[in-house]
T-cell receptor, first 116, second 113 residues
Framework: NAGVMQNPRHLVRRRGQEARLRCSPM?????VYWYRQLPEEGLKFMVYLQKENIIDESGMPKERFSAEFPKEGPSILRIQQVVRGDSAAYFCASSPGLETSTDTQYFGPGTRLTVL | QQPVQSPQAVILREGEDAVINCSSSKALYSVHWYRQKHGEAPVFLMI?????EQKGHDKISASFNEKKQQSSLYLTASQLSYSGTYFCGTHNSDQTGANNLFFGTGTRLTVIP
């Protein structure tokens, strides 16, 4: 049973370009979460999605960031017009969605975004 | 809403014990513990639910005191493989309908021979 998959693992963008990060949840998981981690810091929640629905985006910056989880295909975190401050590791996690609050989240390997 | 972890860092010799604490200002429903090695994904260790239960596997166990709104992770007879940063993730009692976790800033554990 494959784990959570993320690609690319490393992404380099110049200021002003767009970054697209992809996440395929574990088989059988219908909930996806995106977290951002700055060097030497903890994980900060960004957005929580179910198929075709954004459930909670309270951690997402209001501008330039968007996320989707279509009926078919991976979840995508999109950052438009990237700035240097967007450089971070972006982790995706998935859970089965069987029970809120006790659902275990399994993390992918992350995408390390570097903005030049 | 972010929990506070202590200590921030600890160095142990193989075989020594350590305790990592996680405290929240909010009433907690569940606490999730993860370990992350440098450059890798956080790996799930265990989940504790309110009710004061204690869990463990191998030489790593944890407790959850809902009255004090805190959880502690106990590592006994530490091994080199225990090195990494330990994070607690909390789910608050008033967080209905939202599954996201609030993570602490982490405790960096280094085990030396």
């Amino acid at each position: 049973n494959a784990g959570v998959m993320q690609n690319p693992r490393h992404l380099v963008r110049r200021r002003g370009q767009e970054a697209r990060l992809r996440c395929s949840p574990m088989k059988g998981h219908s909930h996806v979460y995106w977290y951002r981690q700055l060097p030497e810091e903890g994980l900060k929640f960004m957005v929580y999605l179910q198929k075709e629905n954004i459930i909670d985006e309270s951690g997402m910056p209001k501008e330039r960031f968007s996320a989707e989880f279509p009926k078919e295909g991976p979840s995508i975190l999109r950052i438009q017009q990237v700035v240097r401050g967007d450089s971070a590791a972006y982790f995706c996690a998935s859970s089965p969605g069987l029970e809120t609050s006790t659902d275990t989240q399994y993390f992918g390997p992350g995408t390390r975004l570097t903005v030049l | 809403q972010q929990p506070v972890q202590s200590p921030q860092a600890v160095i142990l010799r193989e075989g020594e014990d350590a305790v990592i604490n996680c405290s929240s200002s909010k009433a907690l429903y569940s606490v999730h513990w993860y370990r992350q090695k440098h450059g890798e994904a956080p790996v799930f260790l265990m989940i504790l639910l309110k009710g004061g239960e204690q869990k463990g596997h191998d030489k790593i166990s944890a407790s959850f005191n809902e009255k004090k709104q805190q959880s502690s992770l106990y590592l006994t007879a530490s091994q080199l493989s225990y090195s990494g940063t330990y994070f607690c993730g909390t789910h608050n009692s008033d967080q209905t309908g939202a599954n996201n976790l609030f993570f602490g800033t982490g405790t960096r554990l280094t085990v030396i021979p």
